[in-house]
Structures are given as C-alpha cells and as structure tokens.
C-alpha cells in the first residue's frame, strides 16, 4: 500500500520567504509527527498531531513555524520569513494511533534557504 | 549535554563482519528503545523495538538494553552491502500519554563487498 509521502521533495527558497511543505500521511493513521534532521543533529521532534488537533507542538522552534491538519489526514508545515538555519530536511510520519505505535516516515522534504 | 549520545562514525567494515553499533543516555525514565535504519535520501524505518532491559534478536539483528549502564546496542551478523545506511537510536519514556521520541545522531556504516 502507500507509504506516507510528502512534497515538494527538495525546496530552495531565498532568506525571508514562505514555504508551505506538504504531508500526506498512511490512510487510517490518525497520529502524525513533523521531525526536522539537521546534519550532525539527529531528528529533532517538532509537533504531533492526533487527528486535527495538536497536543505537542513544544518543539516548534519559534512563532515563525506553524502546522495544521485537515480532514485528520494531510498536514501543512509552514515556515514564515525563512533564516538560513532553517535549512534541514523536513520529516514526516503517522502511526496508527496509540502513542506507542509504530511511526512510519516520509521520505521528506529538502530545504535550503539561501 | 544531548539526553542520547552517538558515535556518527562512518564506521567502515567488510562484508560478513559483525557490527556493533551503540548509544548511550542520560535520562533513567527512558524505558522503551528503538532502532531505526535510514538510507541516503530516504525516511527512517523501523528495524528493532524492546522495553526495558534484555535483549531481543530478529534475523542477522540482535539489540541489546542495559539499564544500569544506560546503554544500547545493535549488533548486526554477516553485514552486507545493503546494511550500508545510517542507523539512528531513538528512545521514549514509559509514563502515559503521548512521550515524543528522543534520537540519536545517527551512525553512517559502510559495508565494503
């Protein structure tokens, strides 16, 4: 079946810009996670989702993230004013539900800001 | 200091050696232990589950927890070209409700035929 995908898979944005990366997670899971993966810094967890809603968004960096979750299905990440330590590849996974589940990822999302 | 230490190598070793791959961390309330296996351009997947301590073997792959010493292991035997890929440590506390997933840095190992 189809694994959780995302897009663009690789985005170069100019310093100060909007992105909007898109996540479209396992049909059924009603858990979703944003990771970003740094070069030398392992996964860092962002936010999850269970269903619509958000529980955990205490690792959002700064007010200039933020995330939101339609029809407890695809997820938007959206990144406001762009600085270059935003660069990073963005991950995403679902699971199905229970906080224990197995997390399936994304193939994610490759952001540079120049 | 990171809650979960690891080496990011690259450890490099022929085909057919057996790999010892590692973590260590600093938070005792850690109570289940994942390994996940990620290739070049690709998310990370799922290779070995445990809670608590003891060990657990599927296949080529052993993982191994030792509380006491608040370290883990992965061994895999009779490594192959295709094991070449980073291997990331994750761990998460056993309280209720939802505990985010906390990862190492991830190790590259190299697989030489």
């Known amino acids: 079946g189809a694994g959780v995908s995302q ?3 690789n985005k170069v944005t100019e310093k100060g810009k909007d992105v909007e990366l898109r996540c479209d997670p396992i049909s059924g899971h009603t858990a979703l996670y944003w990771y970003r993966q740094s070069l030398g810094q392992g996964l860092e967890f962002l ?3 269970q269903g619509n809603s ?3 968004k205490s690792g959002l960096p700064s007010d200039r993230f933020s995330a939101e979750r339609t029809g407890g299905s695809v997820s938007t990440l959206t990144i406001q004013r762009t600085q270059q330590e935003d660069s990073a590849v963005y991950l995403c996974a679902s699971s199905l539900g229970g906080v224990g589940e197995t997390q399936y990822f994304g193939p994610g999302t490759r952001l540079l800001v120049l | 200091q990171k809650e979960v230490e690891q080496d990011p190598g690259p450890l490099s070793v022929p085909e057919g050696a057996i790999v010892s791959l590692n973590c ?3 938070n005792s309330a850690f109570q289940y232990f994942m390994w996940y296996r990620q290739y070049s351009r690709k998310g990370p997947e799922l290779l070995m589950y445990t809670y608590s301590s003891g060990n657990k073997e599927d296949g080529r792959f052993t993982a191994q927890v030792d509380k006491s010493s608040k370290y ?3 061994f895999i035997r009779d490594s192959q070209p295709s094991d070449s890929a980073t291997y990331l440590c994750a761990m998460r506390k056993g309280v209720s409700g939802f505990q ?7 190790t590259r190992l190299l697989v030489s035929p």
């Open chain 1, 54 to 56: 958000a529980p955990d």
């Open chain 1, 7 to 9: 897009s663009p898979s």
């Open chain 2, 72 to 74: 883990i292991s992965l």
């Open chain 2, 24 to 26: 260590t961390y600093s």
């Open chain 2, 100 to 106: 985010k997933l906390v990862f190492g840095t991830g």
């Open chain 1, 47 to 49: 936010i999850y989702f």
